[in-house]
């Protein structure tokens, strides 16, 4: 006699049993929280890059110039022509 696999009882009361879908064993919620801290550092890095490259003036000229918001913080200096070197 050939018994078949038959399907175990499964009680609607019961926990939900599932498989997470993961890539390489990274799973889509530790996937979002690592970009969102990778955003967030990101986001503090850029900040303390401006704040410190803020004084240096080929920066202001080439960069921040020609950001829309931040470029009416920095004004065009003329260099005084006793000054210029050429």
Do not use: C, W
Request: charged share 15%.
């Amino acid at each position: 006699m050939s018994s078949l696999p038959s399907p175990q009882y499964k009680s609607p009361y019961g926990p939900k049993y599932f498989y997470q879908t993961h890539v390489s064993g990274i799973t889509t919620r530790a996937f979002i929280r690592g970009g969102l801290n990778a955003g967030f550092f990101g986001g503090v890095a850029l900040g303390a890059l401006i704040f410190y490259a803020s004084g240096i003036p080929r920066i202001q000229k080439d960069i921040f110039l020609n950001v829309p918001v931040i470029g009416r913080y920095y004004p065009v200096k003329e260099v005084h022509p006793a000054d210029n070197p050429f």
